[in-house]
């Protein structure tokens, strides 16, 4: 077949940066209860110092640390017990060289202390004294106010993701609501004539639609949001206006399928047809998904066509669509997702081409051994027992038995 | 403080599991569409074989393979062009010994033909003849009936996580309506006197609640749901209402917080007071996390007391209430979340704890870095910059720079 414009996989990439980096979806606000896993529009600014007053660290006393100078196990230094600082009161009592306060961890900390001892380093004698067995620094079992975040701080820059570890802070701070990208939309069309809906059974040549669903699930997965299924069969001008209507709902159209060569020429001419398309790459140096079409439409929209096999579908989602989806949402980071791993088997790739090979992964001696896994093209169970891909550059053409491997996890 | 029993924190997932394990929560029926990251609650059996009819992998021509016995570049086998397959068409034509049918990749093998010939090994003759250069086996290019799956077999079994790249099997063979095992219900309950909710202006010595929602993000992220939040002071009766109020809404509550010793001895002997409570753990070899109360209640409920301060509480979480969560859900795998990475500076652990020490994670060389991240106790934000958890075994007393080391992503 011929492709229209062969490319790295690599140079794509940064082509789908540079087009599509340019549109920055909207910003939408959602309660922090929500926004878990969305990217945030805007830099978080600490309004307030935290924390908002001197806490102490340990469950113990506060004292001015000058007084604990010299303090030993046989002539510690003793102060009387004025008084205890509640958990949640201001503290209204105060220390002073002779008078110590006990504070329990995270209380407040009285005027006149500038250090806590440990309740462990102390002793409460038998007169409502407190005796001190060492000497203490200023400012000892103390977070002071500010100290984990001063009013005006960044606390976490626009292009985020808001992990589950992110949400604390910004509910420390006191956000409520908070400003994040909108999620990318997109609309997933099947095409090919021998695929039928879910819920039909399929006659003889014909096969049920497993990569409509398949996509929509790693959409989901990669935070963007699915505006609508539609199906097309291989009559272009069926094609053209299914693909207007996807395009018109959605950011981005995912256009499924078409293992046959006509199948693919046909979807790469129709997409070329919609108003203000620009076809970015048919045929790129990617193993499996070679014949992935790229295109870009006007306002920042794109179409992707994904070809139909499942593992060579998911190799072009993550890939390819990826990029798109981290360059439209300006998203700065990406979960931790490529481990090293050493390769059980040999694997050849093909030379020039980066090269997404499946594999499950296990540990073995505390080690991480990577299995290629390898079955017969057009198999749909196959991929799903996979864990990972490993990923070859385009410059290595093979990889002996215990190589040291990249795995994209799944 | 008196710890009322100190388990090893392995020793104390097995407890989990052994007790947890036993129950398991109901199942119900979702839509394909919605069951993307859902634990199957019934092994999946194919239905029929996949592919339902023998397929070619090519675009090429289906003829017998015994009439290529031979053939070479010079003295080519000529084929008669006698039809095409059309696709998601049952094949009407048949090919024989003198006759091929063109097929395009995905379509049905006709009768008569028993391999698939590529178009690239082959050359349409002007007068309507096709000349095939190489000798073919019996079911070359071709993905035949029930190959990839055939009825009966096991597609996925119970306890599976509906990854998406599971999705596609379970659409290819006609699964629309998916037993999943119902979400576990987790209450999350904050106490401490210090702590204002969400929306409420703190007062001097009072801090906002950043761990229900950090808490509520993680137990959404496992895959479980939220039953409900709640608040109690540190009132021996308000707290046991809350509690017993938690119980009856959830599997599993989740409480929150008390730093200090005081807090902590008073949440640990309320959940002790509650009906049929059995205390697994008060004290667990986990740093940190040490203060970490697990308890079970009649029917395979939990109650855990998780620490105040973000990693502790992060920490406790993916250590212990994981393994509950998979054990009532009766899933066996989770996602590979595990990594090997090089320990950028040395470490500390204490002599018989299992130490969660928060890390970031950078890639040098091609290689993965772990650099673990210091900071004061009760700092909110510093836990939110941490990739992973550098996992030390209770056996490892420290580890020196450039050690090979066990990193838990986030």
Redesign the interface.
């Known amino acids: 077949m011929k492709f229209f414009r062969i490319v790295s996989a690599a140079a794509l990439r940064e082509t789908i940066r540079e087009t599509f980096g340019a549109f920055r979806l909207s910003a939408e606000t959602v309660p922090?209860?929500s926004a878990?896993?969305r990217v945030l529009a805007s830099d978080m600014i600490s309004p307030e110092d935290?924390?908002?007053?001197d806490?102490s660290?340990v469950?113990g006393y506060a004292l001015p640390s000058a007084s604990t100078t010299g303090a030993t196990e046989s002539i510690p230094s003793v102060f009387r017990l004025a008084g205890r600082?509640?958990?949640?009161?201001?503290?209204t009592v105060t220390a002073d060289t002779v008078s110590c306060i006990y504070v329990?961890?995270?209380?407040?900390m009285p005027g006149g202390a500038d250090c806590a001892a440990k309740i462990e380093d102390c002793e409460e004698l038998p007169d409502g004294m407190i005796a001190v067995f060492r000497p203490h620094s200023p400012g000892e079992n103390v977070?002071r106010r500010g100290?984990?975040?001063r009013e005006g701080m960044l606390?976490?820059a626009k292009g985020s993701v808001l992990?589950?570890?992110?949400?604390?802070?910004l509910?420390?701070?006191?956000f409520?609501e908070i400003p994040v990208v909108r999620k990318p939309r997109y609309a997933v069309v099947s095409t090919?004539?021998?695929?039928v809906p879910?819920?039909i059974?399929?006659?003889?040549?014909?096969?049920?639609?497993?990569?409509?669903?398949?996509l929509?699930?790693?959409t989901?997965?990669m935070g963007g949001e699915i505006s609508g299924f539609s199906r097309s069969?291989?009559d272009e001008n069926s094609l053209l206006q299914v693909l207007r209507e996807a395009v018109e709902s959605s950011d981005c159209v995912l256009v499924s399928g078409g293992?046959?060569?006509?199948?693919r020429d046909h979807v790469r001419r129709v997409i070329g047809e919609l108003p203000g398309s620009r076809i970015l790459a048919h045929g790129v140096g990617l193993k499996p998904g070679k014949p992935a079409i790229v295109a870009s439409l006007p306002g920042g929209k794109a179409v992707f066509g994904l070809p139909?096999h499942?593992a060579s579908s998911?190799a072009v989602f993550l890939a390819l669509v990826g990029a798109y989806h981290e360059s439209v949402t300006g998203q700065t980071e990406a979960?931790?997702r490529?481990?090293?791993a050493r390769l059980d088997g040999s694997l050849r790739s093909s030379a020039g081409m980066e090269t997404w090979q499946p594999c499950t992964?296990s540990?073995q001696n505390?080690?991480?051994i990577a299995t290629p896994l390898f079955g017969?093209?057009?198999?749909?169970?196959?991929?799903?027992r996979?864990?990972?891909f490993l990923v070859l550059p385009p410059e290595v053409e093979g990889l002996e038995n215990g190589a040291d491997v990249?795995v994209r996890?799944?």
Chains 1, 2 share one sequence.
């Open positions: 922090l209860r878990a896993s935290a924390p908002a007053f806490r660290q469950d600082v509640k958990m949640g009161e201001a503290a329990p961890t995270g209380a407040m977070l100290d984990d975040c606390v976490l992990f589950p570890r992110r949400i604390a802070p509910a420390a701070l006191g409520m090919g004539d021998e695929i879910e819920g059974p399929p006659a003889p040549g014909q096969i049920r639609d497993s990569n409509a669903p398949s929509a699930a790693m989901e997965a069969n291989d293992s046959s060569v006509g199948e139909g499942p998911a979960p931790a490529t481990v090293r992964l540990e505390s080690e991480l017969r093209s057009g198999s749909v169970t196959l991929f799903s996979a864990d990972g990249s996890l799944l």
